[in-house]
């Protein structure tokens, strides 16, 4: 079993869709989550954090589930720049390693 | 803005040649990844340096791969000798972890990237 693990996807949205996408890990002891994006040949980049008590960035909202193991990001009222593969992250408290879900490709069409 | 930065960009390479990868990591930075990024493995954990001494290179073939920090400013990734699995896209991250710490007090920074293949 890999220790993070996505949708597979991918997502085809039209604009203004509501679109959600689900993350496990394996770990019981990661301590940070993260959602990084990242646009087709380029570096991932940082989208959000994620909080135990659930956290909110404009259109995103990310939510954290540690009984189940289980991270999600909501994007609300999609636009076409939100076309991108989206990054579940997991950090193993004590370690510092960041290990990478296989992303999830979302495109959002007109 | 401040970047991590990688060179070269590209490389094309035959098979059995050496490669070397080279990151500069942001200045103040104490902790470097390297990742390697395929269609099939998706972002895959190479090495990981903390205060320039590696605490985890258990995803590299040891047998033909090797990452160093020779200074602060300077992490190396080789590959010798080179094979076409090797064609991937190879990331620099870097990112600031205080000591004791779980989490990171900066969000990782990664470079552009060096896309290599060998044939």
Known sequence: ??????DPGPFNVPEGATVA???????SASQSFFWYRQDCRKEPKLLMSVYSSGNEDGRFTAQLNR?????SLLI????LSDSATYLCVVNWAGYGKLTFGQGTILTVHP | ?????????HKVTEMGQEVTM???????????FWYRQTMMQGLELLAYFR???????????KDRFSAEMPDATLAT????????????VYFCASGFRRLGQSSYNSPLHFGNGTRLTVT
């Open chain 2, 77 to 88: 990734l080789k590959i010798q000798p080179s094979e076409p699995r090797d064609s991937a």
């Open chain 2, 1 to 9: 803005d401040a970047r991590v930065t990688q060179t070269p960009r």
């Open chain 1, 76 to 79: 609300r009222d999609s636009k």
């Open chain 1, 67 to 71: 009984a189940s193991q289980y991270i």
């Open chain 1, 21 to 27: 996408f689900n993350c496990t890990y394996s770990n």
């Open chain 2, 51 to 61: 205060n320039r001494a590696p605490l985890d290179d258990s995803g590299m073939p």
């Open chain 2, 22 to 32: 080279r990151c500069q990591p942001i200045l103040g930075h104490n902790t470097v």
């Open chain 1, 1 to 6: 079993r890999k220790e993070v693990e996505q």
